[in-house]
């Protein structure tokens, strides 16, 4: 069965750099969640998409901006790196209305060093 | 505000012992309850869930989950603990509708180790 993939796995880069992570979610799953683990912690929700509209936001940082595009991948841009934002990124989706524990991706692990 | 929490940060048990991990809630209303599972640096595998209905629900692996209301609690269960069961789980809520509709709240994580 078709997974929600993310692209890159692994991503290394310098502090004040802008990192971009992608997000395909399953096909015909129209709602998209970012998750940020940071080392030995738990998920914390990031944002969420429906139908290309934010539909709900949680702790995401002024420096991370994200959008859903039309054919339903997302994008999780971060810019002014810094050595915090280090973490395992998730990205989750789920058909609309339906909340029966959403698919996970494998997550793209952010290094900033 | 909405809350899950896990008492135990880390649990040890014998291969073929029984296991039991522990999850309370704390929402205004009956959440959606979940439990995930995830292995070192990997993603987070769905085990079981609790939407409505029967309290005692099962899922894959073995796992069983038990919803009690009276004790906002949801436990994880397995009759007998494998060396692959080994691995960080996560209790999860979510509300069962209304604002932040399908945003997962997470407990802090049990780290099962299993000796042989």
């Known amino acids: 069965a078709a997974g929600v993939i993310q692209s890159p796995r692994h991503l290394i880069k310098e502090k004040r750099e802008t990192a971009t992570l992608k997000c395909y979610p399953i096909?015909?799953?129209?709602?998209v969640y970012w998750y940020q683990q940071g080392p030995g912690q738990d998920p914390q929700f990031l944002i969420s998409f429906y139908e290309k509209m934010q539909s709900d936001k949680g702790s995401i940082p002024d420096r991370f901006s994200a959008q859903q595009f039309s054919d339903y991948h997302s994008e999780l841009n971060m810019s002014s790196l810094e050595l915090g934002d280090s973490a395992l990124y998730f990205c989750a989706s789920s058909p609309v209305g339906v909340n029966y524990g959403y698919t996970f991706g494998s997550g793209t692990r952010l290094t900033v060093v | 505000a909405q809350s899950v929490t896990q008492p135990d940060i880390h649990i040890t048990v014998s291969e073929g012992a029984s296991l039991e991990l522990r999850c309370n809630y704390s929402?205004?209303?009956?959440?959606?309850l979940f439990w995930y599972v995830q292995s070192p640096g990997q993603g987070l595998q769905l085990l079981l869930k609790?939407?409505?209905?029967?309290?005692l629900v099962q899922g894959i692996k073995g796992f069983e989950a038990e919803f009690k209301r009276s004790q906002s609690s949801f436990n994880l269960r397995k009759p007998s603990v494998h060396w692959s069961d080994a691995a960080e789980y996560f209790c999860a809520g979510s509300n069962a509708g209304g604002t932040s509709y399908g945003k997962l709240t997470f407990g802090q994580g049990t780290i099962l180790t299993v000796h042989p």
């Open positions: 929402y205004g209303a009956t959440p959606y």
């Open positions: 609790y939407l409505s209905g029967d309290t």
């Open positions: 096909p015909r799953h129209d709602t």
